[in-house]
């Protein structure tokens, strides 16, 4: 930038840069003149050439540096051969400079004798090339140049002449320097216009994305025509959110295109299904492995009516006791998992505990022949050991199914430990283990109705029979072994705390709080609220007059109070029947309030 703001030319700025070269160089050689008067004049120029020269070949290094470098990344590649470039020229035209300077003071200089023959140039070492021409006072007219040419003549054979600083330079290496440099500079012209067609075909693409926007592609299927693991996470997910089967494949195409993806490949609707299916598998063996690792567990279900067939959703919270490395202290770690909702044949306790056999029953078979279940396998006691605890509402089916599922858990526990006393007896005392056997058959023919009985029977049914004998006997030795025991074992192994909803506590202590006040308005002869009676009843009323004794009779069956205003007002504002009441009315009622 010049004075005043103005913008120098390229060409004022190179003659800028020479003079600037030019001075120092000057200066240079003054110095080294003045510093050591008996050496060479021409030292200090020559020492400046083999730097510029070492600096010509530092940046023929970054050129082939950079030609490599364009290989892996063209935008890196431009700047550096731009800067390659740009040093190179700068060196260049330094060297031309000193050189010719040097040319000079050689030609008159005394330190070179005058004897050697005319084809021998004396340089000093550090002398890379000397390229000038000048013209002296012998020659009249007429032009000198210095070269390299081929040495003739020893440094040696001139007395007064140092040979450590002394060389000769071949014409041949000076022509070979001049065509690696034009070859350097053809190299770097190629990659400037390598560059410019970079940035020509940058602009291009940049102008094809602004118009038409690149999408990305979201495969449905690999390669092998497997559906990949995204899709089928997306599907399972878009069916968790009830989307049907039959516009999973359309919901996920909309989905994807407003995220920018467009999608590649295809599925059907008998995939949705099996994939839905590796869900559920995947499901149970978490549901299994939580178990496995859990300290303990307790569980909770509820139930609902649709269209005459009931529907029970189960849930289970598992709890993991660890000790805390850093702090030693005791950490409970908790897990919620849904184990998800099945139909039902009916509402009683039996059906209930049903349901819950044949789902902890699937869940295991799902885990035990995955390949986690075969290393680690599970039983139903190992379940049932685990379970402390149980989740209702107050209803009395629902405390008979926690009565139900007490039975169920000693009744598996006692089958495991009868189990294991059985076998081992049967390794360590055979002949009592065939005691066992003997005696529980015998109790089976005698149940049966003795030999003959036992013989018509078919053989099916004297498996079943035979199993439930030794099933006898593995409960009476579960028995005895649960109860050799101690107290504290058993309240551990037996413990079940039932648990359960507060809401209907609350309704049952508001209903028995109204039935008290009635009790307390008769004994104490009050009043009481007045009988909110239907539209029959009040037209009945007028009609018989008030102190007639069926009037009467009609108030005090009637109901009052804020129980039965509880009443009225729910059969008005919600209504079980969506046809009947005014529950429209009272939702845009609501809405608009809560919005004022």
Known sequence: MARGGKKLSRAQKTRNREAAARSLASRRVRKDAAATPSASPSGSAAGSIELLQQDLTDAACKLSAAKAEGQRSKAAAKLAAKAAKQDKYNAERRIHRLEAKLAERVLNTTAVPASPSPSTTFIPSHFSAIVSTSTTATDSDATRTLMRVPAVTTPAAYPGTPSSDLVMIPRAQLDSLRKERKKLLRQVERLRKRREQDKLMLLELRGQLRERPLKRIFPYKTKGGMVTEDTRTMIRELVALGVPHTKIKEASRIVLAAAGYATEGDFDRHSISRIVREGYAAAAMHVMWEVSEADSWTGSADGTGHKHIEHLSHHMYTTKVSKDPSSGSVVSSHTLLNLGVRAA????????????????????????????????????????????????????????????????????????????????????????????????????????????????????????????????????????????????????????????????????????????????????????????????????????????????????????????????????????????????????????????
């Not at 699937?362 to 190992?382: R, V």
């Not at 000693?410 to 055979?430: K, N």
């Not at 078919?458 to 030794?470: H, I, L, M």
């Open 345 to 596: 044949t009916g509402k009683t306790s039996e059906v209930q505990l049903d349901v819950l056999k044949a789902l902890l029953a699937e869940y295991l078979e799902i885990y035990n022949e995955s390949p986690l279940g075969q290393d680690s396998p599970l039983t139903l006691s190992n379940v049932l050991t685990k379970l402390v605890g149980w989740g209702s509402d107050h209803a009395e089916d629902q405390k008979k199914f926690f009565r139900l599922l007490c039975t169920w858990k000693q009744h598996v526990d006692r089958e495991q430990r009868g189990a294991a006393s059985l076998q081992t007896i049967m390794d360590q005392q055979p002949a009592e283990y065939v005691a066992h056997i003997l005696r529980a058959t015998d109790n089976a023919i005698s149940a049966a109705g003795g030999a003959i009985a036992w013989d018509a029977l078919s053989d099916v049914e004297r498996d079943v029979r035979r199993a439930a004998a030794v099933h006898e006997v593995k409960m009476a030795l579960g028995e005895a072994a649960f109860q050799s025991l101690s107290d504290n074992e058993r309240a551990n192994i037996d413990m079940m705390v039932w648990a359960g909803c507060a809401m209907h506590k609350e309704q049952n202590s508001v209903k028995g709080g109204a039935t008290a006040l009635k009790e307390y308005w008769k004994a104490a002869s009050v009043p009481g609220p007045c009988a909110l009676m239907n539209r029959d009843r009040a037209t009945l009323h007028v009609q018989l007059g008030t102190n007639s004794d069926a009037a009467k009779l009609i108030a005090m069956t009637s109901e009052g109070g804020a129980v039965k205003l509880t009443t009225l007002a729910g059969a008005i504002f919600n209504h079980h029947d969506d046809k009947k009441g005014q529950q429209d009315v009272y939702r845009i009622f609501m809405e608009h309030a809560i919005q004022a």
